[in-house]
């Protein structure tokens, strides 16, 4: 299957990719209805754009005492029934990453569909931070951010900016 | 081989499912005192708030245990086991031989030894048929006495208010929610409930409950009143049916003990869920953590170890978490700080009323958060530390994520406008 690949030091903090969620999401740009969200910290000068990873043990799905959490058969997505969703919030309690967000206005817990295979944060994403990839190959990539990083820590720890 | 599995719960689901994944062709019978598909006892509080019809409280569908290749025995209590024979005997005189076996009997609500809980005004919310007798008796402007403050206790108390009955709430310890929540998020969740109408009656006891003949209710307290009622509800604990098969048990002991195998002294019996006496993630004394999330693992586990997986449990974690009179409330671990312990507490953080995380040594234990729903989020990225046992680095930082600050503050504020407006 395939997932949003995220590289946090292409990532600009544009949050063009909140706004294309918040969109698709609630027909408007209030970026709360997001299921990414781009975490900025200003004082490491680091953002970080965290979604849903579809984790192919999803703890969120098979904890719901609602049985409202389900594999998507086609893109392989981790979704929530929102028909059956009660809102106990045992997913936010269960997702380890805080991926998954409460939609206070209907009282049901929301996170990341992929948009059906075709994810817009993806779309609208203008550095090439977010990709939609292999699963597989995420693997691959994982491997070169963390490199990445790691030498940004170096560097900072050593003064070189 | 025929595994016999007896329960219909989450660990007995859990662990159906996870036999599967390991064993396709074994024959499986599971063996269920209760009528029809499973339904979520979690949810019951939510049909009688009107949050789920009655249909949306059944988790799976009566073709899902034929899918999972299941023969299904409802409606049918599990009486005995002869486990020298390897048999299992039902209530209506079958005997069901096993090759291996899986007791997910789960627990069942707690009697005080108070006089006159077996009044017809007198009820459990535990079942389904619970519930719908409670519903009938959900009546705008009637009067009803819970005792017990724990969850099913409080959310029964939050429906029947969302209903428009006369809520009071009796806890015999001096503070609500004792095993979930700490004396300073107690006092927050009272104040909530005060100011939706609910009577909290904290170190109090019920003495005894007189049921009259046009069936109205007085409950005697502690205290000297005589409180009168439509209707009680009971809600005091639970404890595990774990009289199956009595060889598994200690003496003067509930739950039955397992190893982290899941598998009880009995060989090739294995027990999960609320039924259990099982380990626990911090280690020490095996405990009973009769809560939906260590039903779902305890299965997994045993599940898999009917198949033959050799897996073994971390060891349950309690984990909490709801929403009662628009207050999310979560905790995790052990909240209580022992001495020599940081704790780290935060009031009034954006829409997050409370946030509670005790550490030692930089290794956090456990935490609570109340308020807004991001609390329960903020604990769930919190959990696999306290599972661990891993030290969190900068716990400022881990704190300062964006989404708990600015748009955590913009979202409560919609949410502090809603509270209690569903009761008026």
Known sequence: MRIVAVDPDACVACRDCEYACAFRQSGDFARSASHIRVNFYADERACVPLTCMHCEDAWCLAVCPAAAIDRDPGTGAVTIDATRCAGCKMCLLACPYGNIHFNAETGVSAKCDLCGGDPMCVRACISGALRYVDAEELADLRREVVDASLKRLLRLSKGVR | ?424
């Open chain 2, 1 to 424: 081989m025929h595994v016999v599995i007896v329960g219909n719960g989450a660990a007995a689901l859990s662990a159906l499912e996870s036999f599967r994944g390991h064993d396709r062709d074994s024959r499986v019978t599971l063996v269920s005192g209760e009528q029809g598909p499973a339904y979520s006892r979690v949810l019951l509080p939510y049909y009688l708030r009107r949050r789920l019809s009655r249909d949306g409280l059944f988790i799976r569908r009566a073709d899902d245990y034929a899918r999972l290749g299941a023969a299904t025995e409802f409606g049918v209590r599990a009486e005995g086991v002869d486990p020298a024979r390897r048999v299992l005997e039902l209530a209506d005189g079958r005997r069901l031989g096993f090759d291996r076996l899986l007791i997910a009997t789960g627990s069942s609500p707690m009697r005080p030894p108070i006089p006159g809980l077996d009044g017809p005004g007198v009820h459990t919310l535990w079942t389904l048929d619970d519930a719908v007798r409670l519903d009938s008796v959900f009546r705008e402007g009637a009067r009803l006495v819970v005792l017990g403050s724990g969850f099913v206790a409080l959310q029964a108390a939050w429906a029947a208010r969302q209903r428009g009955l006369q809520v009071s709430v009796i806890e015999l310890l001096d503070q609500i929610l004792p095993r979930v929540l700490d004396p300073a998020a107690a006092q927050i969740l009272s104040e909530r409930l005060h100011a939706c109408d609910v009577e909290v009656r904290t170190g109090t006891r019920a003495e005894s409950v007189e049921t009259d003949r046009g069936g109205r209710v007085r409950v005697s307290t502690s205290g000297g009143d005589r409180l009168p009622a439509d209707a009680v509800i009971v809600a005091t604990g639970a404890r595990p049916n774990d009289q199956l098969l009595p060889e598994c048990l200690e003496p003067d002991r509930p739950g039955i003990p397992v190893a982290d195998t899941m598998e009880t002294v009995v060989s090739g019996v294995y027990a999960a869920g609320d039924v259990t006496r099982g380990p626990t993630a911090r280690g020490g004394p095996r405990e009973i953590h009769a809560l939906w999330p260590t039903a779902v693992e305890q299965g997994r586990v045993a599940g898999a170890n009917l198949a033959g997986a050799g897996r073994s449990y971390g060891g349950s974690l309690s984990m909490n978490v709801t929403e009662m009179f628009d207050l999310t409330v979560a905790s995790l671990g052990q909240f209580v700080e022992d001495e020599g312990d940081d704790v780290f507490e935060e009031h009034d953080r954006g829409g997050i009323r409370y946030v509670k995380i005790v550490t030692r040594a930089g290794v956090p234990l456990g935490a609570i958060a109340m308020g807004a729903p991001e609390g329960a989020a903020l604990l769930g990225r919190l959990r696999p530390f306290v599972r661990h046992r891993r030290a969190l680095p900068d716990l400022p930082a881990f704190l300062a994520r964006e989404d708990l600050d600015g748009r955590l503050a913009h979202r409560s504020a919609a949410k502090e406008r809603t509270s209690c407006a569903s009761l008026q």
